[in-house]
């Protein structure tokens, strides 16, 4: 990892981009004397710039809590190298959609599996690398982006203690088995109203997970209505598990 470059948030948060290989991502970290814990920053698959306004507001959210956070380019995104086959499940999924289709469970598979495989193992040299800096100690907690990445990585990564999940994104079938096995702490939203998810999957998901403490916060509302108190909610969760 090395960084390329920092600057000063208003609210004394520092902002550094880094490159890992050639992955892009983007360390905030509050003022402190002190190592201190880790959020991982999910999102969708847009790319880190188009989702930095998101990404940033939630960092320095964390930073108040006094926790650092970072986001890495998720594979096939921003100015990383295409992925064909995603991107033609990708022109599948909005055929489907457009056409008033069911999405199949093929698409999906071919959707999200590949991203999944990819993207773990690069969270997790990710993670290595961050825990590696003085100014981090963990623990660590995983916030938000596609829900299977989010299952992949409670399950395969010890490190993270504790996870906040955002229900959607088309979960393949396969998603759940592993979902039995996650046993972390999960803080999980719904978006009752969502235009593109399918509500009964999100809550046949939940139920799946194989935690002794889970949380479901479901909200009246679209895809984009989150409320400002689910992130009041979200760095409580985060607070209770990571101090």
């Known amino acids: 990892m090395h960084f ?3 600057q000063r948030l208003g ?29 991982l920053l999910g999102h969708p698959p847009l790319g880190l710039n188009r989702m930095y306004p998101r990404l940033a507001a939630r960092a320095r959210r964390c930073a108040a809590e006094g926790f ?29 959609m457009a056409a008033g289709e069911p999405v199949t469970g093929e698409i999906i598979d071919a959707l999200i599996l590949p991203l999944v495989d990819r993207a773990v193992p690069e969270w997790r040299a990710a993670l290595d690398a961050l825990l590696a800096l003085p100014e981090i100690g963990g623990p660590v907690g995983y916030s938000g982006g596609l829900i ?22 088309f979960v393949p079938r396969a998603m759940f088995d592993e979902a039995r096995q996650v046993t972390i702490p999960l803080h999980v939203l719904l978006q ?11 809550l046949d998901l939940f139920d799946a997970f194989g935690s002794k403490e889970k949380t479901l916060l479901a909200n009246m509302g679209g895809h984009t209505g989150v409320p400002p108190s689910a992130g009041e909610d979200a760095a409580g969760f985060f607070s209770r598990h990571l101090r």
Do not use: H, K, Y
Request: no cysteine.
């Open 4 to 6: 390329t470059s920092e």
């Open 11 to 39: 609210d004394g948060v520092l902002e550094r981009a880094f490159a890992l290989g050639e992955i892009p991502g983007i360390l905030w970290t509050p003022s402190a004397s002190a190592p201190v814990p880790l959020v």
């Open 68 to 96: 650092a956070a970072a986001a890495i380019e998720l594979p096939g995104s921003g100015d990383r190298p295409r992925l064909p086959a995603a991107e033609r499940a990708r022109a599948d999924l909005q055929r489907a």
């Open 148 to 169: 299977s990445i989010g299952i992949r990585l409670a399950v395969a990564e010890p490190r993270i203690v504790a996870a906040g999940l955002f229900a959607g994104s």
């Open 192 to 202: 009752w109203d969502d235009e593109g998810n399918d509500r009964q999957a999100a």
